[in-house]
């Protein structure tokens, strides 16, 4: 393979990653398969204003930051267990890619499931913001505050949108962010991405272990996408598998 990165040895998809490890099982080399050859992959940590230097912490999440900066590619998604870091990157790669110029602003799109066996709040007050602001609150984790999430949506920066609302809707030069895509049917999937206009991506993450309604569990979107999509030269998918947001966060493991 290293003589001749244009041989496909290992009969990868397109955008697939290749690991290499050592006898000691060590990771020493991380390739993908595109545009026919292997290619050596982005590893620079994300920088922004809003979440600051965001360094990977192993070597999926370097694999994730790839993906997510990938140019070819306009599906990304990001599946895993919860802390991983599947918001984190997602967010601060959307906000280093809008401080570029790549992107005009962010449409952080949730169906708003509620938690499996927890008592609904029933009606929420106020304008579609301050009914949607509570799902939204990953989002405002990560830019700081819900203030600072407020700011950024007086600015144009970031757009707040329901599932329900979007039919119709052509979306340019836009990042369009679905956060907890188990809770999306296949249906679901096909209507976000009929949305993505002339200039805009898609990012999906989601943990189909976490699954809050059986409708999911019977038609799940997130799962459908990434068997219907892999191999295509538009999509990008990696899957996180170690919690890193903290030693307690590991404990919920212990609880399956």
Request: hydrophobic share 40%; glycine share 8%.
């Amino acid at each position: 393979m290293y003589n001749d990165k244009t041989v496909n040895w290992f009969d990868l998809l397109e955008n697939q990653y290749l690991i290499v490890k050592d006898e000691s099982r060590a990771v020493v080399d991380r390739y993908k398969w595109q545009n026919g050859k292997y290619k050596n992959i982005y590893r620079k940590p994300i920088e922004s204003m809003a979440l600051g230097k965001i360094k990977p912490k192993n070597f999926e999440q370097e694999l994730a930051i790839d993906a997510l900066f990938d140019d070819q590619s306009t599906v990304k998604v990001l599946a895993g267990v919860f802390g991983s870091g599947k918001d984190l990157l997602m967010t601060s790669c959307a906000f280093q890619m809008i401080q570029d110029g790549k992107f005009d602003k962010i449409m952080w799109l949730r169906n708003n499931i509620e938690v499996k066996d927890s008592n609904p709040v029933g009606f929420l007050p106020g304008d579609k913001f301050e009914k949607l602001e509570s799902f939204a609150a990953p989002l405002a984790d990560h830019c700081g505050s819900r203030d600072a999430l407020s700011l950024y949506i007086q600015q144009g920066k970031i757009e707040v949108e329901h599932l329900g609302f979007i039919r119709g809707r052509d979306l340019k030069n836009t990042i369009v962010y679905c956060s907890e895509a188990e809770h999306l049917t296949r249906k679901h999937v096909q209507l976000i991405l009929g949305r993505i206009g002339e200039g805009s991506i898609l990012f999906l993450n989601g943990d189909w272990r976490q699954i809050d309604a059986k409708a999911f569990e019977k038609d799940n979107g997130l799962i459908a996408a990434i068997d219907r999509l892999k191999g295509n030269r538009l999509f990008s998918y990696v899957k996180l598998n170690e919690t890193v947001r903290s030693e307690t966060a590991k404990l919920a493991d212990l609880l399956d």
